[in-house]
T-cell receptor, first 116, second 112 residues
Framework: AQTVTQSQPEMSVQEAETVTLSCTYD???????LFWYKQPPSRQMILVIR??????QNATENRFSVNFQKAAKSFSLKISDSQLGDAAMYFC?????????????FGPGTRLSVLP | SQTIHQWPATLVQPVGSPLSLECTVE??????LYWYRQAAGRGLQLLFY??????ISSEVPQNLSASRPQDRQFILSSKKLLLSDSGFYLC???????????FGSGTRLTVV
């Protein structure tokens, strides 16, 4: 079974600075998807960014970018120009390339605080 | 546009009482639907998923059940709640084959 590890339970960053959240995963599959989700205090899960394993190019969404290292099974999230609204729990997630999407594994999360 | 609705937002129920949480999706047909539970300070655990009306797959044996009476309706139930059923429950549907999920706003269940 696949596992997702986030080794940083908590992180903090100064407003306007850059922070990187770490994620590693374990799988024997070659095709899969990786995601970062954000959960603010409202508890709504919001998709931040996703990466297909077959793509070598790192995904980017505005201030959010990933460093995907397939061989190392590493998938870190970089937040540039951090804003107060970025404060939230961030979950790294792995999804198998399956028909129904039931094999969707979440890491334990990293709580990010943004300091003014 | 597609939207997902989940209710109630919060619920306090005594031990031994029944439970019914509802999730509906708008703007799409035949979605894959999922129920997740999030314990305090933890990640998400998949409870049930459904690929069509009346089709339910259970990932974790427990005190809960799920049903899908209509294409865009997914219900999480229990006949008798346990204290350990407390948590944050999230409904989700899969947007496309590339795997992105859209989550509902969640239900915070406290069993007392």
């Amino acid at each position: 079974a696949q596992t997702v590890t986030q080794s940083q339970p908590e992180m903090s960053v100064q407003e306007a600075e850059t922070v990187t959240l770490s994620c590693t995963y374990d799988t024997s599959e070659s095709d899969y998807y990786l995601f970062w989700y954000k959960q603010p205090p409202s508890r709504q899960m919001i998709l931040v960014i996703r990466q297909e394993a077959y793509k070598q190019q790192n995904a980017t969404e505005n201030r959010f970018s990933v460093n995907f290292q397939k061989a190392a099974k590493s998938f870190s999230l970089k937040i540039s120009d951090s804003q107060l609204g970025d404060a939230a729990m961030y979950f790294c997630a792995y999804r198998s390339y399956d028909n129904y999407g039931q094999n969707f594994v979440f890491g334990p999360g990293t709580r990010l605080s943004v300091l003014p | 546009s597609q939207t997902i609705h989940q209710w109630p937002a919060t619920l306090v129920q005594p031990v031994g009482s029944p439970l019914s949480l509802e999730c509906t999706v708008e703007g799409t047909s035949n979605p894959n639907l999922y129920w997740y539970r999030q314990a305090a300070g933890r990640g998400l655990q998949l409870l049930f998923y459904s690929v069509g009306i009346g089709q339910i797959s259970s990932e974790v044996p427990q005190n809960l059940s799920a049903s899908r009476p209509q294409d865009r309706q997914f219900i999480l139930s229990s006949k008798k709640l346990l204290l350990s059923d407390s948590g944050f429950y999230l409904c989700a549907w899969r947007q496309d084959h590339r795997g992105g999920y859209t989550f509902g706003s969640g239900t915070r269940l406290t069993v007392v």
